[in-house]
C-alpha cells in the first residue's frame, strides 16, 4: 500500500491557491473517497477519474483509496483537479513515478474516455503556479498555447490521462486519439468603430476624447437617434494600447470566465455592453457554486456601456457604485471573499423620459411631468453623482447632414494619438504619485498646495459651488476635467476657459 502527492491550483476570484492532492491506499473495504471541502462538480471527480483511468489502459487499484486536497478549510470548485487526483492515485500504486508527479502541477479536466477538456482559468492558475515557485505544469492540449503566455514556466500539453502517464514514466503505449481542442471566441476580426462616422455632436464628440484622456465617466442623455450608442461604440478605439500587466490582467479575466485566448494576450480594452435585463450577480460577478467576474470585472481596463441605463434595476446600477471609487469588486461568501479588479469607464445612456421625445423638437412629448422626474430618477443621485461627463445629445438636423458632406472628420487614429499624448503629460505630471489618470486623483491633492488653481481661474466654479448647482464631489470632479482639458490642449495648467468648459461638460446636461 502506497501514498503519493501532487499538485494542483484552486482559483478564488482573479487569485489562487496551491492545492496538494494526496492519494493513499489501504486495506480496507474497496472504494473511492475524496476529501478536502469538494463542491458538486469535483466531488463526482471519483467517477470521472476510475472512468478515465480504465478507459486509458492504466485502471486504478481495486483497494481502498482515500484522496485528500489540502488545505482542508480552502473552498475548491469545479473538475479542473482531475488530472491531479487520477495521477496521485496511480502514482499510489506504484503505475507512475512519484516523484515525477510530485514535482509537476496538473490541470484538467477529464473525459470519460481519457481525454483531457480545455479547462478555464489556466493562464491565472499557471501564474499562481510560477508565483509560488513551480516551474513545470501540465495542461490539457487545449490550453497549451494559453499556458504558454507565461513566461518561464515549462508547460507540457497532453491529450489524454494515458499521455501523461507515459510522461510520469507508465510503462504503456502510446495510443494516438483525437484532442479536444479549445473552442476561441475571436477577439481581433471585427475592426473598432471609427470616430470619423459621427456627423455633428461636437461637443459629445470632444466630450469622448477628454474621457478617453483622463479615463473619466460618461452619461450621455438624448432622445432616440441622437447616437448615444454610436458615440460609446467609439470610445474604446480612442483608448490606448494596454500596457503589459494590464493585458495580462485582462487576458486572465477572459481566461477566467471560460472564453479562450488562443496564443496572444489581449492588447486592446475590452467592450462589455449588458443589457439591462442582467441581475446583480451578472454585473459584478458571483454564482452559486465558483465565483466567477461579472460584466464590470470582464470590462476592467475598457468601457462598460449601460444603455437605457434607466430600464436596469436600481439595485443593479448601485451595486457599481463601490467599484466605481475602489476600482475594485469584492464578493463575499460564507467562506471566502473573491476580489476581481473593475477599472473601467462606465458609459451609460439614457432617453430623456419614457417616450423618448422630451426636449427632441421635431416630436412632442407624451409624458406628464411626474413620469420624466421617476424614469431618471431609477439612476440614483450618488452613482450619478460619481459620473464626470454629463452631456446633452441632440439629433442631428438636415443642415448638420448637409455641412457634413465633403469636410474633414477627426478619425479614431488621430484622436487617439492625441489621447496618448495628453494621458503622457498626465503621468509625467504625477509621476511622483500613485495615479496615473486625472480621475484617479482625489479631490485633496487637486485643491492641495502643489497644484491649486488660483482663485481667479476657479471664479465661477466657486459660484456654482456657493449656489448649490454642484455638490463638493461635483467640485472635485470639475477640476479632474479641467486638468484633463490642459493636457489634451497641451497646457501646463488649466485657465478660466478650461474649468469653464469643464464645468459645462459636467452640468451642461438639460433634463
Known amino acids: 500500500m502506497g501514498i503519493a502527492r501532487t499538485h494542483a491550483v484552486a482559483m478564488l476570484g482573479l487569485t489562487g491557491a496551491l492545492v496538494e492532492v494526496e492519494a493513499d491506499i489501504s486495506a480496507q473495504l474497496p472504494g473511492m473517497i475524496l476529501i478536502g471541502l469538494p463542491d458538486a462538480a ?13 478507459n486509458s489502459g492504466c485502471p486504478l487499484t481495486v483497494h481502498r483509496l482515500t484522496i485528500n486536497l489540502s488545505p482542508a478549510a480552502l473552498p475548491k470548485h469545479g473538475a479542473g483537479f482531475d488530472l491531479a487526483i487520477a495521477l496521485a492515485c496511480l502514482a499510489a500504486d506504484s503505475t507512475v513515478s512519484g516523484e515525477s508527479v510530485g514535482k509537476v502541477v496538473h490541470f484538467g479536466e477529464l473525459a ?3 481525454r483531457l477538456r480545455p479547462t478555464p482559468g489556466i493562464l491565472p492558475g499557471v501564474m499562481t503556479a510560477a508565483r509560488l515557485g513551480h516551474t513545470t505544469v501540465m495542461v490539457p492540449i487545449g490550453n497549451e498555447a494559453e499556458a504558454r503566455l507565461v513566461p518561464d514556466v515549462r ?47 461636437d461637443d459629445a464628440i470632444l466630450a469622448l476624447q477628454i474621457a478617453a484622456a483622463g479615463g473619466h465617466h460618461v452619461f450621455l442623455l438624448g432622445p432616440p437617434g441622437a447616437g448615444k450608442t454610436m458615440l460609446a461604440a467609439r470610445l474604446p478605439g480612442l483608448l490606448p494600447d494596454l500596457d503589459p500587466a494590464s493585458s495580462l490582467e485582462v487576458s486572465s479575466l477572459r481566461s477566467l470566465s471560460g ?8 492588447t486592446r480594452p475590452p467592450w462589455e455592453a449588458p443589457h439591462h435585463t442582467a441581475t446583480a450577480a451578472a454585473m459584478v460577478g458571483g454564482g452559486n457554486g465558483q465565483i466567477r467576474p461579472g460584466a464590470a470585472s470582464q470590462a476592467s481596463h475598457g468601457v462598460l456601456f449601460l444603455d437605457e441605463a434607466p ?9 457599481l457604485r463601490q467599484p466605481l471609487e475602489s476600482g475594485w469588486i469584492s464578493i463575499h461568501r460564507a467562506n471566502a471573499v473573491a476580489h476581481f479588479p473593475a477599472r473601467f469607464q462606465l458609459v451609460m445612456a439614457a432617453n430623456p423620459c419614457p417616450c423618448g421625445q422630451y426636449g427632441a423638437g421635431d416630436l412632442s412629448c407624451t409624458c406628464p411631468p411626474n413620469a420624466r422626474r421617476r424614469y431618471l430618477a431609477r439612476i440614483s443621485g450618488p452613482l450619478l453623482d460619481r459620473i464626470d461627463i454629463q452631456l446633452n445629445v441632440k439629433r442631428i438636423t438636415a443642415a448638420q447632414l448637409r455641412l457634413a458632406a465633403g469636410t474633414l472628420r477627426m478619425t479614431s487614429v488621430i484622436a487617439r494619438e492625441r489621447v496618448v499624448t495628453a494621458r503622457a503629460a498626465a503621468a509625467e505630471r504625477l509621476r511622483s504619485t500613485a495615479w496615473s489618470l486625472n480621475s484617479q486623483v482625489p479631490g485633496p491633492w487637486l485643491r492641495g498646495a502643489a497644484v491649486r488653481l488660483a482663485p481667479s481661474t476657479t471664479a465661477g466654479l466657486d459660484r456654482a459651488l456657493e449656489r448649490g448647482g454642484i455638490t463638493m464631489r461635483g467640485y472635485d470632479r470639475v477640476l479632474r476635467i479641467a486638468w484633463t482639458l490642459a493636457d489634451y490642449d497641451g497646457l501646463t495648467i488649466p485657465g478660466p476657459d478650461q474649468v469653464g468648459q469643464a464645468l459645462y461638460l459636467r452640468k451642461g446636461m438639460t433634463s
Not at 171 to 191: C, F, G, K, N, S
Open 42 to 54: 469535483l466531488a463526482q471527480a471519483t467517477q470521472r477519474v476510475r472512468a478515465a483511468a480504465a
Open 155 to 201: 508547460v507540457i500539453g497532453v491529450t489524454s490521462l494515458r499521455d501523461a502517464a507515459i510522461f510520469h514514466g507508465a510503462q504503456l503505449p502510446p495510443i494516438p486519439v483525437e484532442p479536444i481542442l479549445a473552442a476561441t471566441v475571436p477577439t481581433d476580426l471585427v475592426a473598432e468603430p471609427d470616430l470619423a462616422d459621427v456627423i455633428g455632436n
Open 259 to 266: 472564453l479562450g485566448l488562443g496564443d496572444t494576450l489581449i
Open 112 to 114: 470519460l474516455d481519457g
Open 311 to 319: 430600464e436596469f434595476a436600481s439595485p443593479v446600477l448601485d451595486a
